[in-house]
């Protein structure tokens, strides 16, 4: 019984370094390749449990050879990987609650909020307040 518990843990780690040696290696600014570690694979896959992390790092590896000279150092990939995936996620997330092309919704894009305002009272009050004189007189 053991053996048979043994057996699947040991099978799992095994599928689960078959899965990480298929992540793409990424070419980096000083031609190194990158690939992510075990660690940053489960932070990312814990933090983002909806994204296909293999083929987001497919599509990342896909981008920089289309962009050559927007390649990363070491230090920035794990940086560029993150804002990736939340774009990927708020893009997601966005497109679900219908917004148009993609555009993240707030207050400052809701025109619904926008007051209806009087602009000829705004401009008797400015009048007002400037002692009368039309400023375009002047």
Not at 22 to 35: D, V
Not at 48 to 67: C, M, V
Not at 90 to 115: E, I, P, T
Request: net charge neutral; proline share 3%; glycine share 6%.
């Amino acid at each position: 019984m053991m053996n048979m518990s043994m057996s699947k843990t040991s099978s799992n780690r095994d599928s689960e370094n078959l899965q990480y040696r298929n992540l793409p290696s990424i070419l980096l600014i000083t031609g190194k390749e990158w690939r992510p570690s075990k660690k940053e694979i489960l932070q990312w896959s814990t933090s983002y449990p909806d994204a296909d992390l293999t083929g987001e790092l497919r599509r990342i590896e896909e981008w920089f050879q289309k962009h050559p000279d927007r390649r990363k150092t070491e230090r920035g990939m794990c940086a560029f990987v993150k804002a990736w995936l939340d774009r990927k996620i708020r893009g997601a997330a966005v497109s679900q609650h219908g917004a148009k092309r993609g555009r993240y919704q707030n207050a400052f894009n809701d025109f619904s909020l926008r007051q209806e305002y009087d602009f000829e009272e705004l401009e008797a009050d400015l009048l007002s307040i400037s002692g009368g004189t039309d400023i375009n007189e002047s």
